[in-house]
């Protein structure tokens, strides 16, 4: 059974943490990058980046979970909705690139569309490295629930009447 100070331990800094995101995130993001080229020659580019995204963001999410943020485990369902709702906002950053180069040139080349893609690319991912670093795969949330310390018991005066209370006079009205 590990203690929270093993997992203090295998946690890597945040430079580290960058590094290895960086080479797994990146690495899927190239690759990503090839395959919505190859794919929007047969289906329209925003649904083949769509495709994309949902794998590339699975895969990436996984190989985050187990390697950049040192948790050495599968990714939890929990973490990959997480993990879902920041890789649709770098999809939305990604399309909105696209879709302003598309506006400002005619007929962008290959290259271009690229570097506009994997421009876009980085600055959602310098985004999501943050979210996915404090919130999804954050170690300071405990999972040993939280020690609450008893206060003093208060000892609560007592009130002596001066002559015993009459249960009949209760009940009369006025």
Same mark, same amino acid.
């Given at each position: 059974?590990?203690?929270?100070? @093993?997992?203090?331990?295998?946690?890597?800094?945040?430079?580290?943490?960058?590094?290895?995101?960086?080479?797994?995130?990146?690495?899927?993001?190239?690759?990503?990058?090839?395959?919505?080229?190859?794919?929007?020659?047969?289906? =329209?580019?925003?649904?083949?980046?769509?495709?994309?995204?949902?794998?590339?963001?699975?895969?990436?999410?996984?190989?985050?979970?187990?390697?950049?943020?040192?948790?050495?485990?599968? %990714?939890?369902?929990?973490?990959? %909705?997480?993990?879902?709702?920041?890789?649709?906002?770098?999809?939305?950053?990604?399309?909105?690139?696209?879709?302003?180069?598309?506006?400002?040139?005619?007929? =962008?080349?290959?290259?271009?569309?690229?570097?506009?893609?994997?421009?876009?690319?980085?600055?959602?991912?310098?985004?999501?490295?943050?979210?996915?670093?404090?919130?999804?795969?954050?170690?300071?949330?405990?999972?040993?629930?939280?020690?609450?310390?008893?206060?003093?018991?208060?000892?609560? =005066?007592?009130?002596?009447?001066?002559?015993?209370? @009459?249960?009949?006079?209760?009940?009369?009205?006025?």
């Amino acid at each position: 059974m590990e203690t929270a100070q @093993d997992l203090r331990r295998a946690a890597p800094g945040a430079l580290s943490a960058f590094t290895r995101f960086v080479l797994c995130g990146g690495g899927v993001g190239i690759a990503s990058s090839f395959a919505v080229a190859a794919l929007a020659s047969w289906i =329209p580019w925003i649904l083949a980046n769509a495709l994309i995204t949902v794998g590339s963001t699975l895969l990436a999410t996984e190989l985050h979970a187990r390697f950049t943020f040192g948790t050495g485990g599968r %990714a939890t369902l929990r973490q990959h %909705a997480q993990s879902a709702g920041s890789a649709a906002a770098a999809y939305v950053v990604t399309c909105v690139a696209m879709l302003v180069l598309q506006r400002l040139a005619a007929a =962008p080349g290959a290259v271009l569309e690229q570097v506009v893609y994997l421009s876009a690319s980085a600055l959602a991912g310098a985004a999501r490295f943050a979210v996915l670093r404090l919130v999804v795969f954050a170690r300071n949330r405990s999972q040993a629930p939280v020690a609450v310390r008893a206060a003093r018991p208060l000892h609560a =005066p007592v009130v002596r009447a001066a002559a015993p209370l @009459d249960p009949a006079a209760l009940c009369r009205t006025a």
